[in-house]
């Protein structure tokens, strides 16, 4: 059974930065497509960035693209989400997601693995 475990949420002022990381336990770590995603209080799941298996390709939803970029560690079957510029409105719990074919990236049912989630708390 693969887990995903996320770490590094915190409490930043707006205009700060974090970084998130999402260790992998399973063994095809370097095969899969990962993604971020994200939860606000009352609102749904929504994607926000995803980074093919290669490394070489990432995406990003319009509301994070020049502020956040996700990133890939294969060897510590880890991968990240730095977070700049921090604003009101990232505030959420934050969850990291493996791939499976099907679906774009953007929608959650292609992911088959989830994390726990890690709180980011932004603050004025």
């Known amino acids: 059974q693969v887990q995903l475990v996320e770490s590094g949420g915190g409490l930043v002022q707006a205009g700060g930065s974090l970084r998130l990381s999402c260790a992998h336990s399973?063994?095809?770590?370097?095969?899969?497509?990962m993604g971020w995603f994200r939860q606000a209080p009352g609102k749904e799941r929504e994607w926000v960035a995803t980074?093919?298996?290669?490394?070489?390709?990432?995406y990003y939803t319009d509301a994070v693209k020049g502020r956040f970029t996700i990133s890939r560690d294969d060897p510590k079957n880890t991968v990240y989400l730095q977070m700049n510029s921090l604003k009101l409105e990232d505030r959420a719990v934050y969850y990291c997601?493996?791939?499976?074919?099907?679906?774009?990236?953007?929608?959650?049912?292609?992911?088959?693995?989830w994390g726990q989630g890690t709180q980011l708390t932004v603050s004025s």
């Open positions: 980074i093919n298996w290669s490394g070489g390709r990432t």
């Open positions: 997601a493996a791939h499976c074919s099907g679906y774009e990236f953007d929608h959650p049912d292609g992911y088959n693995y």
């Open positions: 399973g063994r095809n770590f370097s095969s899969l497509a």
